[in-house]
Antibody
Framework: QVQLQESGPGLVKPSETLSVTCTVS??????????WSWIRQSPGKGLEWVGY???????NYNPSLKSRVTISAATSQHQFSLRLTSVTAADTALYYC??????????WGRGTLVTVSP | DVVMTQSPLSLPVTLGQPASISCRSS???????????LNWFHQRPGQSPRRLIY???NRDSGVPDRFSGSGSGTDFTLKISRVEAEDVGVYYC?????????FGQGTKLEI
């Protein structure tokens, strides 16, 4: 059974870079036909799909965030990461990582809360 | 982006009674393969969302058969035939036909 665990800084200052990591157990980010994804949830915007890195290494990002977001994978460490630059209070959210298939079904982590505040 | 609109946003129900949630999309969700990539998720307090239904009407493994999904194109419905206590929480529809995937606002089901 695949399990995912997010880790992050908790608090980030405005204009700085948010970095969160997802550690995967029971699977490899470089095998299978999966989309290793980041989804965030906030009271203001609800659930928002940030983007994914495919098992092949290709990436796709939400156009609303594309200029600020990078998703990368460290396959040997069974991890993939989200980097979001120039954050504002609007980026305050619970950040989930997930492994999904082509129908967007699969496994989600429990989420890590990131607050953007001075 | 495709806008997903759910109704109602709040749904008080009685145990053992049926419940129904509507979801409408701003564009057709029919993909070139003929499928509508419409999912339904359930989120309990303090938990991550769990998918119940995929491709509009297919139940995920382990989902009780009191849950059913229907619809195609732009109009979809999630039905619970007899609500149980464990069904409380927020239900979301989500489209996966167009990039980026987008979610509805959520419907809070309360006993």
């Amino acid at each position: 059974q695949v399990q995912l665990q997010e880790s992050g800084p908790g608090l980030v200052k405005p204009s700085e870079t948010l970095s969160v990591t997802c550690t995967v157990s029971g699977g490899s980010v470089s095998s299978g036909t999966y989309y290793w994804s980041w989804i965030r949830q906030s009271p203001g915007k609800g659930l928002e799909w940030v983007g994914y890195i495919h098992s092949t290494g290709s990436t796709n990002y939400n156009p609303s965030l594309k200029s600020r977001v990078t998703i990368s994978a460290a396959t040997s460490q069974h991890q993939f990461s989200l980097r979001l630059t120039s954050v504002t209070a609007a980026d305050t959210a619970l950040y989930y990582c997930a492994r999904v298939d082509g129908t967007y079904g699969g496994y989600w982590g429990r989420g890590t809360l990131v607050t953007v505040s001075p | 982006d495709v806008v997903m609109t759910q109704s109602p946003l709040s749904l008080p129900v009685t145990l053992g009674q049926p419940a129904s949630i509507s979801c409408r999309s701003s564009q057709t969700l029919v993909y070139s393969d003929g499928n509508s990539y419409l999912n339904w998720f359930h989120q309990r307090p303090g938990q991550s969302p769990r998918r119940l239904i995929y491709k509009a009407s297919n139940r995920d493994s382990g989902v009780p058969d009191r849950f059913s999904g229907s619809g195609s194109g732009t109009d979809f419905t999630l039905k619970i035939s007899r609500v149980e206590a464990e069904d409380v929480g927020v239900y979301y529809c989500m489209q996966g036909t167009h990039w980026p995937p987008t979610f509805g606002q959520g419907t809070k089901l309360e006993i």
